[in-house]
């Protein structure tokens, strides 16, 4: 099942690697290698491309028309859906959670640009998104269409993710202890588990009360074995898209010292969880780490 990815599309890959240098690292002997999936493409960034990559050449090999997925109003899956649908010749639909407003914002304009519909379903009914009865109304409404979760996590999410393992050993020539990243839904994680690798996949949750998704990454990950994998719960700061001060201070120091943007819905509470745990050695000293920047920096200019 392979994809035909267009030339002029121009897809950073592999994403290239970068090395991190601070006192603390210096401190702890520990390397910290960042990923930069943020650099994949300017539309179809990180996590998302990786995970979107599979389910476009499966809706292509059955003559899909159409996708449709869902998600919230600030929702970067929703973006590189749009995104994906115009480059690839689909119609897109995305389903979004709550109310239209009169205005859209940054999201959802280029969401717009880019011809995908938008429905705007009630909290209550988006609750529905993975009932059968709910798909059933949306197929009588919207006819034929290729379904994608809400996060872009289902089973065809994970091959894509794998593949950031295999381009990280042929990068690095040196066994890498850890391998981390944010986790929303967790599909990018249970991804990277499924490469097998030696190295310990280690998730930051970026949503409060996320101890279900120990559940959904091994319902993602089935039978098929995996690597030693790890959620840390305690990063949330409050819940998903919840920020604090300590974060954004930390954010924006982090910007400044590296170089490297992140926002905070995702990439700041993973970083800034990976330094914590160097810090107190829970990441023990010698270490070596790649970290995954998942990209999700259109997000972030819109709020602020
Ligand atoms: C969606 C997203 C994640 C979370 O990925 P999951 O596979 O849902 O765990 C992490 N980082 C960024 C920037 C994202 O947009």
Redesign the pocket.
């Given at each position: 099942m392979q994809l035909k990815i267009p030339d002029s599309l121009n897809l950073y890959l592999p994403s290239p690697i970068q090395e991190l240098e601070s006192s603390l690292l210096k401190l702890k002997s520990v390397r910290v290698f960042v990923k930069r999936d943020?650099l994949i493409h300017p539309t179809l960034?990180?996590?998302?491309w990786r995970?979107l990559k599979y389910n476009l050449a499966n809706a292509k090999s059955q003559d899909y028309k159409t996708l449709l997925t869902f998600g919230g109003a600030f929702?970067?899956?929703i973006h590189?859906t749009a995104a994906a649908g115009k480059i690839f010749g689909f119609n897109t639909i995305g389903i979004i959670r709550g109310e239209a407003h009169e205005s859209l914002n940054p999201t959802l304009t280029f969401a717009r640009e880019q011809n995908m519909h938008l429905e705007y379903v009630s909290r209550q009914d988006y609750r529905k998104k993975t009932q059968s009865e709910f798909i059933t109304y949306l197929h009588d409404k919207f006819g034929d269409f290729y379904l994608i979760p809400e996060?872009?996590?289902n089973e065809l999410?994970l091959p894509g993710?794998q593949e950031i393992i295999h381009e990280i050993n042929a990068q690095l020539s040196l066994p890498v202890d850890y391998v981390c990243?944010?986790?929303?839904?967790?599909?990018?994680?249970?991804?990277l588990a499924l490469a097998k690798s030696s190295s310990k996949i280690l998730?930051f949750a970026?949503l409060k009360n996320a101890g279900f998704?120990n559940d959904d990454v091994r319902k993602l990950l089935g039978n098929s074995g995996s690597a030693c994998w790890q959620i840390n719960l305690d990063y949330h700061f409050g819940g998903y898209a919840k920020r604090t001060q300590e974060l954004m201070e930390f954010l924006h120091k982090f910007r400044q010292d590296f170089r490297i943007p992140i926002?905070p819905?995702?990439?700041a509470k993973?970083f800034f969880g990976l330094f914590d745990m160097i810090r107190d050695e829970q990441i023990p000293k010698n270490s070596t780490i790649v970290a995954?920047?998942?990209?999700?920096?259109q997000?972030f200019h819109e709020q602020f």
């Open positions: 943020d960034s990180g996590n998302k995970k929702s970067n899956h590189a996060g872009g996590s999410a993710c990243t944010a986790c929303g839904s967790g599909g990018t994680l249970a991804g998730g970026v998704l926002e819905v995702y990439t993973m995954l920047h998942t990209g999700g920096l997000g």
